[in-house]
């Protein structure tokens, strides 16, 4: 065992611990933004299509700001907008708490906002830990962020949850107010994580052609698996708190049962990351599949608080298990790729999004067609189970690239 341990906190530069640093502090924001957000729109509409309607617009903005992030680099510097991404989002909720009432126009706007949000931040997040981490050390990395998210991931929704309901009352008028407590320390902490931020140093990519529509036949394997990662996106960020609040109605709740595994992901994800090695990642992506299949089928099946509770305990192992192998996964291959194509890393980063989108488009698009045709209870039983099963070609799809992935390592040594 003690022969796997290869890196430690010591092997990352100093910008590279105080990108980790500066999303730690942006952690205590994102299950705000992922549960807290969504339960509001349940809470004021009661209807899971609008929650899926607002996650649509996100989606839209994201990829459109992608593209526009592209221009951007090449006269702003990298620091600015990955810092008005973070701000971004707590101006979002801050329009969403602003709203009379949850229509449909203003879930675009506010989903819009949020899309702006996670476009600048996530753009420039993967290229920031592309150009400041070397492959032998994401697995770490990735382990060690992830380790901090899902703690804080079992904190602050429990901490957030009964404050909504201990500290506001029962009355909808009082935990709306709360929301707009918790909303104000969301914009704080987004500064916050702004100014350290700042104390980096970073290169911004080089101010080339970014925009590609052909690419090696590796890429294609990549976006095979960025389509079907979209697919899935959408559920697993939406679907804990709108099965929690149709089964329970209460954000205490949500709240408890978000931090109910955490604590035991955290740990595993620590131990993986420092443990693990390059070789590893299709087996702890495989796993990952496997265990949001499990949660999908099991909701499906029993559908009820029991099956919720179960779900939501797979999905915080899935979660955590997809991403430590995922981007790893997918920065080795814009290395590659980017020395032997002659390419900016950026343009393989705003493709890649391009197929998360086709990916998000069609998983949302699934459920709202479901919810509007059929009823939002079959969407919410169904459309999750559709999604776990369509994910478990991804094992397929990572065993093929990452074969063909040595292979053009061992052509280019």
């Known amino acids: 065992m003690g022969a796997l341990v290869k890196v430690g906190f010591k092997d990352f530069s100093r910008s590279a611990k105080i990108l980790i640093f500066t999303n730690v502090i942006y952690a205590f924001v994102l299950p705000v933004i992922d549960i807290f957000v969504a339960a509001y729109i349940m809470r004021n509409s009661n209807d899971p299509a609008k929650v899926m309607f607002y996650q649509l617009a996100i989606y839209t903005g994201i990829p459109i700001t992608f593209y526009i992030n592209g221009y951007l680099l090449n006269r702003i510097d990298i620091k600015k907008l990955f810092s008005l991404g973070m701000i971004l989002s707590g101006v979002s909720m801050v329009f969403m708490m602003s ?21 600048l931040y996530w753009a420039n997040r993967d290229y920031l830990v592309l150009a400041t981490t070397k492959d032998k050390t994401r697995n770490f990395y990735y382990g060690l962020e992830t380790f901090f998210y899902t703690i804080i991931a079992s904190i602050v929704p429990l901490i957030i949850g009964w404050y909504l309901i201990k500290g506001n009352g029962s009355s909808d008028e009082g935990i709306n107010k709360g929301y707009q407590v918790v909303t104000g320390v969301v914009f704080i902490i987004t500064i916050i994580a702004s100014i350290v931020f700042h104390f980096g140093k970073y290169e911004k990519p080089k101010s080339e052609k970014f925009l590609f529509f052909k690419f090696h036949k590796l890429w294609g394997k990549m976006l095979q698996l960025s389509f079907l990662k979209g697919l899935a996106q959408g559920f697993i960020v939406t679907a804990p708190a709108m099965l929690m609040m149709k089964f329970f109605e209460s954000e205490g709740a949500l709240g408890t049962a978000q931090s109910i595994g955490a604590l035991i992901a955290a740990c595993v994800m620590l131990i993986l990351g420092k443990i693990s090695k390059p070789k590893h990642r299709l087996a702890i992506f495989s796993a990952g599949l496997i265990f949001f299949f499990l949660a999908s089928f099991i909701n499906g099946l029993m559908f009820n608080s029991e099956g919720v509770i179960i779900f939501m305990f797979l999905l915080l192992i899935a979660r955590p298990l997809l991403d430590i192998a995922y981007f790893p996964i997918q920065l080795k291959v814009i290395d590659l790729l980017s020395k032997i194509e002659n390419r900016n890393e950026f343009s393989y980063i705003l493709n890649h999004e391009f197929g998360l989108f086709a990916g998000r488009f069609i998983g949302a698009g699934t459920f709202l067609t479901l919810a509007f045709f059929v009823n939002a209870d079959i969407a919410l039983r169904y459309a999750l189970l559709i999604i776990g099963v369509l994910q478990l070609i991804s094992m397929v799809i990572t065993k093929q690239l990452l074969k063909i992935q040595n292979k053009l390592e061992n052509e280019n040594i």
């Open 99 to 119: 709203l009379e009432e949850i229509s449909y126009y203003g879930l675009v706007g506010a989903g819009l906002i949020m899309g702006m949000s996670f476009g």
